[in-house]
């Protein structure tokens, strides 16, 4: 595997600002991946993330009945794949083979890492009780990786019909936040 591992007390630092993911699931031995941008954190450790996954997404079905996800972090050189994950089926595509993605073995979880994307996060649901009102889900995050060959920036956020920023510079300042 290309990827490290990294570790859980800086999850919250790759989803903080936002970025579109990949999310991969997995369903009866075939693999699926669909863009997400609505996410947020709940907790620092063990890191909690909550995703509204919409019940048309073929992707709904096989990750409420296994529980498990990968979150994948691309970065905007993924910027076709992404727009290619969140506009097409499961159903009818291998999007793997579709849109030029590397499956790799996760550790704990069924659903597959992305090679190409920088960073991995392996997803247990924790909480399903806000599923059928709002398709949220809330997951843990069991594992994690990153390339540390793959550049972490810039990544795309989503404004909405094609339109994104992209993450710009860092700058510092005086904040004890974590
Ligand atoms: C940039 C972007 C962000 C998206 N964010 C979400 C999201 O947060 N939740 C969701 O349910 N669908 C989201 N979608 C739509 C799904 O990715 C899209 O419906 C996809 O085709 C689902 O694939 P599937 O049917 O194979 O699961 C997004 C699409 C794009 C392009």
Redesign the pocket.
Known sequence: MSKRAFPLSGVHALLEPGP?VL?S?AAGGRA????????TLLEFEPPLVA????S?????A?IDASGECVINLPGAALADA??G???????T?D?FAAFGLSPEPARLVAPPLIRECFASLECRLADRSLVARY?LFIFEVVAAWHDPALPHEPT?H?RSY?E?MLSGPAITLPSRAR
């Open positions: 579109v999310l699931s699926n991946v669909m863009a997400l941008s609505w996410h995703c509204v996954i919409s048309r997404n073929h992707s709904f096989a992404i727009v994950c969140g506009n097409t089926s499961g159903a595509l999007k398709g795309l989503h094609g994104f």
